[in-house]
């Protein structure tokens, strides 16, 4: 499916910015200055059955990854410098960059697992139940949101198809990368249950680099911009300071499996 895409700046790299479950392409607002600033040309999407993309019969991890490839792609000259996604995005992104093979990576607080046991049972339940929040609740769970930061939740909301869930609800798919395509970031939210202590250690010790961000909830680029952006950039300063050094990418495959 072709997915409808936005693509702002002219800048000689490109970034690739992936959303949510729930959301569209207007959740990286505060996010896309800055990366239009940094010299990116910046493409955003929004997955099928979000924002103004079509809806489709079924919809998996696999499904999504594909339209984004399909999407993308004919909008590039070379490889993504960047690709970018946040929670399911970041899983979708995972995927697609097997195709893609963008030159770095940025998880936020990707879902790349679901908590275990009965906790993850009654997690499940709650997600396929799930209820479109009006405004005094939103505002009550994301207080350090702006007032066009809850204007754009409510719309997106009201735009996405209820369907997807059943394409993230299974425990089966909320999987960690099975191979290190490029440099990796990882911001984390504070107590994550997408991205556990265990799972982070463990994509540490594969390559990744992995970075809480104190105080912010899920949407860490909403919760607290200064941090995020901070955190971002000097993690791509870094890129590109060993890019122009000749030195070699740690996107080394993965000698074993993860999820």
């Given at each position: 499916m072709r997915l409808h895409v936005v693509v ?112 993850g049972a009654i997690f499940r339940i709650l ?133």
């Open positions: 702002e700046g002219e800048g000689s790299r490109t970034a690739v910015l992936v959303h949510g479950m729930m959301s569209d392409h207007r959740a990286w607002n505060d996010v896309v200055p800055v990366l239009l600033e940094r010299g990116y040309r910046v493409v955003r999407v929004d997955l099928a059955g979000h924002g103004r993309s079509g809806r489709a019969r079924r919809y998996s991890t696999q499904a999504w990854a594909d339209d984004v490839v399909e999407t993308v792609e004919p909008l590039l000259d070379d490889v993504p410098d960047l690709v970018m996604g946040h929670s399911l995005g970041a899983l979708v992104a995972s995927i697609a960059a097997e195709r893609l093979c963008p030159r770095a990576l940025v998880y936020v607080d990707p879902a790349f697992s679901q908590p275990p046991g009965v906790r997600f396929a139940l799930y209820i479109r929040p009006g405004r005094r609740m939103l505002v009550r769970m994301n207080p350090r949101w702006t007032a066009e930061h809850v204007d754009v939740e409510l719309d997106s909301n009201r735009l996405w198809h209820r369907r997807t869930i059943l394409g993230l609800v299974s425990p089966k798919v909320t999987v960690p990368p099975q191979r290190l395509v490029a440099p990796s970031l990882v911001l984390r939210s504070e107590g994550s249950f997408l991205v556990p202590d265990a799972l982070a250690e463990r994509l540490r010790e594969e390559g990744m680099h992995v970075h809480d961000v104190p105080g912010a909830g899920h949407t860490i680029f909403r919760d607290d911009l200064p941090a995020f952006v901070r955190e971002l950039e000097r993690w791509l300063d870094e890129r590109d300071a060993q890019a122009a050094g000749g030195e070699p990418s740690d996107g080394r495959e993965l000698t074993r499996p993860v999820g």
